[in-house]
């Protein structure tokens, strides 16, 4: 998602998918599709008004310096590589995404993007989903012409992939003001049929191109982050509208998985190709108790003017967080200020970019 969306979900998102991973053996792949919470700085490279590469994103970093990452620090991403036990995945239009880089995977998200075309369309230049396949496409060509078709296959075969799609579809679509297109075209019941429709197509897709180990988030409580809450809520209750699509939505993707996996079989014996992955349910547990996950609140942005804290906060006079309030940038959260724990580890530096070819 943009940051002019809701985007207080990346911790929820880290501890609800990291459970989920398989236990690291050895390095392998990672393939990330989706949107703002895990792009990693592909809309650096592109025209668009979404983007993370201005202070305060990255202010948690050691150089505090802006990496692409909609957070203050690491993104989910960054957490599931330390995870496989790979280096960090590169923006698939970074020009160090090439050689022995390429056996690590890519990061394709786009910040802005949803299921449907016509999500985003105020952020203009913006990798689309489609777009996104597309580029899987060059990706593998680009690995085989390298390392020949059979070690690309197995690379692309043994790999783990995870796409975030959804948010964008209801608060940058269907909700992105009143009366719009989409809404006035469909009913909501309708409307969530309409883009699982549209997404099971995308996920046949990314099978069809070999991917076989795919987490599906859903989308989290985004009537309650502090984007909706400034436009929504008078006295900082959720948005009961906006959370009731993502409580309608979120069960139907999960039948949606079911049908696919019925459909494909197994992983090669590794059990569900597809596996959904309930951000809901973490996401309301950390706004019920955010000190919990290290934070004060989970209403605020961390830095910006206006109520709950969502404006101007790119501005570069924007005060940032005193080191006892909660690190979220946009409403991002990635790791808290306070002292780091094993689940919400201190962000630190990039690895050194040395691999073990798989």
């Given at each position: 998602m943009a940051a002019s969306s809701w985007q207080v979900a990346l911790l929820a998102l880290a501890l609800c998918v990291l459970p989920a991973l398989p236990a690291a053996s050895a390095a392998?792949?990672?393939?990330?599709?989706?949107?703002?919470?895990?792009?990693?700085?592909?809309n650096n490279y592109l025209l668009t008004s979404a983007r993370a590469d201005s202070w305060p994103y990255g202010i948690d970093t050691p150089d505090h310096r802006a990496t692409g990452r909609f957070s203050n620090g690491k993104n989910v991403v960054d957490l599931i590589s330390e995870q496989i036990g790979s280096v960090p995945v590169l923006p698939y239009l970074s020009p160090e995404l090439d050689g022995q880089n390429l056996l690590v995977g890519a990061n394709f998200a786009s910040a802005g993007i949803g299921i449907l075309n016509d999500t985003g369309i105020q952020f203009a230049n913006i990798i689309r989903i489609s777009k996104q396949l597309t580029y899987f496409e060059q990706y593998k060509h680009r690995l085989a012409k390298?390392?020949?078709?059979?070690?690309?296959?197995?690379?692309?075969?043994?790999?783990?992939?995870?796409?975030?799609?959804?948010?964008?579809?209801?608060?940058?679509?269907?909700?992105?003001?009143?009366?719009?297109?989409?809404?006035?075209?469909?009913?909501?019941?309708?409307?969530?049929?309409?883009?699982?429709s549209e997404y099971k197509q995308v996920l046949r897709r990314i099978h069809g191109l070999g991917a076989r180990r795919i987490l599906v988030t859903g989308v989290g409580p985004i009537g309650c982050v502090p984007a909706e809450l400034a436009m929504h809520s008078l006295d900082g209750s959720c948005d009961p509208e906006l959370q009731r699509a993502s409580e309608a939505y979120n069960p139907q993707m999960e039948a949606m998985l079911n049908e696919l996996n019925a459909e494909v079989g197994s992983g090669g014996g590794n059990g569900a190709v597809f596996v959904a992955v309930n951000?809901?349910?973490?996401?309301?547990?950390?706004?019920?108790?955010?000190?919990?996950?290290?934070?004060?609140?989970?209403?605020?942005?961390?830095?910006?003017?206006?109520?709950?804290?969502?404006a101007s906060a790119s501005a570069p006079w924007c005060p940032a967080c005193a080191p006892t309030a909660t690190s979220t940038c946009s409403g991002t959260p990635s790791t808290p200020r306070s002292a780091p724990t094993a689940s919400s580890p201190r962000t630190t530096s990039p690895a050194p970019r040395t691999t073990s070819p798989p």
């Amino acid at each position: 998602m943009a940051a002019s969306s809701w985007q207080v979900a990346l911790l929820a998102l880290a501890l609800c998918v990291l459970p989920a991973l398989p236990a690291a053996s050895a390095a392998r792949a990672f393939f990330i599709f989706g949107d703002s919470l895990v792009d990693n700085g592909n809309n650096n490279y592109l025209l668009t008004s979404a983007r993370a590469d201005s202070w305060p994103y990255g202010i948690d970093t050691p150089d505090h310096r802006a990496t692409g990452r909609f957070s203050n620090g690491k993104n989910v991403v960054d957490l599931i590589s330390e995870q496989i036990g790979s280096v960090p995945v590169l923006p698939y239009l970074s020009p160090e995404l090439d050689g022995q880089n390429l056996l690590v995977g890519a990061n394709f998200a786009s910040a802005g993007i949803g299921i449907l075309n016509d999500t985003g369309i105020q952020f203009a230049n913006i990798i689309r989903i489609s777009k996104q396949l597309t580029y899987f496409e060059q990706y593998k060509h680009r690995l085989a012409k390298l390392y020949g078709p059979e070690r690309a296959a197995r690379v692309v075969g043994g790999a783990l992939t995870l796409i975030t799609l959804g948010g964008n579809d209801f608060v940058n679509n269907y909700y992105l003001v009143p009366y719009s297109a989409r809404s006035r075209e469909f009913s909501l019941p309708d409307y969530i049929k309409y883009i699982l429709s549209e997404y099971k197509q995308v996920l046949r897709r990314i099978h069809g191109l070999g991917a076989r180990r795919i987490l599906v988030t859903g989308v989290g409580p985004i009537g309650c982050v502090p984007a909706e809450l400034a436009m929504h809520s008078l006295d900082g209750s959720c948005d009961p509208e906006l959370q009731r699509a993502s409580e309608a939505y979120n069960p139907q993707m999960e039948a949606m998985l079911n049908e696919l996996n019925a459909e494909v079989g197994s992983g090669g014996g590794n059990g569900a190709v597809f596996v959904a992955v309930n951000t809901r349910r973490m996401h309301d547990d950390f706004i019920a108790d955010p000190k919990a996950y290290g934070f004060v609140t989970a209403k605020e942005a961390c830095c910006g003017q206006g109520r709950f804290s969502t404006a101007s906060a790119s501005a570069p006079w924007c005060p940032a967080c005193a080191p006892t309030a909660t690190s979220t940038c946009s409403g991002t959260p990635s790791t808290p200020r306070s002292a780091p724990t094993a689940s919400s580890p201190r962000t630190t530096s990039p690895a050194p970019r040395t691999t073990s070819p798989p």
